[in-house]
Structures are given as structure tokens and as C-alpha cells.
């Protein structure tokens, strides 16, 4: 699962202001980006989880922008360990999202790209409650291993944006958890399961899959066309 250093070279540290906290983030734009991802991590992970910086590396590649951020304080993060009690607070995290989305439109070398949220575990629904508040903003969303339905009925019937689901074959219960939430949308949403894959996707080639069919899907939405292209 090794990766070049031409994502590391160009990753920024930013600090993100949402509510009365701030945020640790980093941000990396190659040269001539497409669109910018925004990944909303689950609980007990974060910025540097080798999951979703694997999966920001392939976007990056795919001459994607990313943004990875820590959704939580060092501070809350310690009490969460203990009291669980943030990381189903949908409202909160998504909340926390859309500030970071306000932040990046702001930010010269992002403010002009389309922007997609790419979701893991409970993260997912954040994700999908983040982008029924901005449809004119959030242009595509992806969720591996995602609680898409954690979003809430309402939330889930106002997404606008083309969804992707990624959930491993092995996965059964949260196989369940998504088709619920997608009997629930009007977007365009569609449904991937990766045979033998885990929660986790640790399978040999698992999280390979998963940052190609993400790194595809965000091309497709996020990316603008090529004048005079006839597309693919």
C-alpha cells in the first residue's frame, strides 16, 4: 500500500475556526486541481488516519485537491474515549464540515473548485446531513464504510448531490444500514460492496478498490469538462 512523497510535498498545514474551537487540517492542492475533497473522518480517527491519507493520495493523483481535518479536539477526542458521547452527534460534526467548506470557498488557491466530501464510518453521515444544508455547494459525495442513515430521514431525502456508498461484502449489518438510507434519497445514489472486504477494508487490494471507485466518481462530478472533449 506504499504511495510516492508527491502528496506529502505539497500538503499545508491550516488551523479552521467552527464555533469556539479550532482545528488542526491539512490541505494539499496540486498544480491545476479539479475539484477539492473534504473527508470527514469517524470517531477515533482523524487527519492522519493511514486509511483515509491513503485514499487522499489516489485523489491526489487524479489531480484531486484534499482536505483531511481533525473533526475533534486533542481535548474532546481524550473525553470521547471515555464517554462516546460525540461521535454519533451528527449535528455537531456536520455542522463542524460545512464550517470547513465555508473556510475553504475563502481560501484563494481552493475557493474556485467544486467540492466533494468523502465520509467514513459515522463520518458518512455526517457527510450526507453536511450536504443536504449546502446542495449549491457540495457537488458529490462518497462514504466507505459509512452510517449514511445516521443522517436522518429528512436530511437524506434533500441530498442533491450523486452519492457513492462503498461498504465491504463482509459487512452485513452495515450492507443493511445503507440500502435503508438509500430508499431514502432522491439523489442519484449508488451502492458498491466490495467482495471479502471487512469494515475496515484491511483485505489485500480492499482499500486499493475503495480509493479507485472514489477517486473515479469525483472525476466524474467534481472535475470540470474539457472544452471541445466529448467526454468519457
Given at each position: ?91 455537531l460534526l ?11 470557498a475563502g ?126
Open positions: 500500500m506504499g504511495k510516492t512523497s508527491a502528496f506529502e510535498d505539497v500538503v499545508k498545514p491550516v488551523r479552521i475556526t467552527t464555533g469556539p474551537v479550532t482545528l488542526d487540517g491539512d490541505l494539499a492542492v496540486p498544480e491545476g486541481a479539479r475539484g477539492i475533497v473534504v473527508f470527514a473522518h469517524g470517531s477515533g480517527s482523524g487527519r492522519r488516519s493511514p486509511r483515509n491519507r491513503f485514499v487522499a493520495e489516489t485523489l491526489h493523483e487524479g489531480g484531486l485537491a484534499t482536505l483531511l481535518f481533525d473533526l475533534l479536539t486533542e481535548d474532546e477526542e481524550r473525553q470521547e474515549r471515555f464517554t462516546r458521547h460525540l461521535r454519533f452527534d451528527i449535528g456536520a455542522g463542524r464540515l460545512l464550517d470547513a467548506t465555508d473556510w475553504l481560501q484563494p488557491v481552493a475557493g474556485g473548485l467544486k467540492v466533494g466530501y468523502f465520509g467514513a464510518s459515522t463520518g458518512g453521515g455526517a457527510a450526507l446531513a453536511a450536504a443536504a444544508e449546502r446542495p449549491e455547494a457540495v457537488a458529490a459525495v462518497v462514504s466507505r464504510g459509512g452510517r449514511p442513515d445516521l443522517a436522518g430521514e429528512d436530511a437524506l431525502a434533500r441530498v442533491r448531490a450523486p452519492t457513492l456508498l462503498i461498504v465491504g461484502g463482509d459487512d452485513t449489518t452495515v450492507i443493511a444500514l445503507n440500502r435503508q438510507a438509500m430508499a431514502r434519497m432522491s439523489a442519484a445514489v449508488s451502492l458498491e460492496i466490495i467482495p471479502g472486504a471487512s469494515h475496515l477494508f484491511e483485505e489485500r487490494g480492499a482499500l486499493e478498490e475503495v480509493a479507485r471507485l472514489a477517486r473515479d466518481w469525483f472525476e466524474r462530478y467534481l472535475a470540470p469538462a474539457e472544452t471541445g472533449s466529448s467526454g468519457r
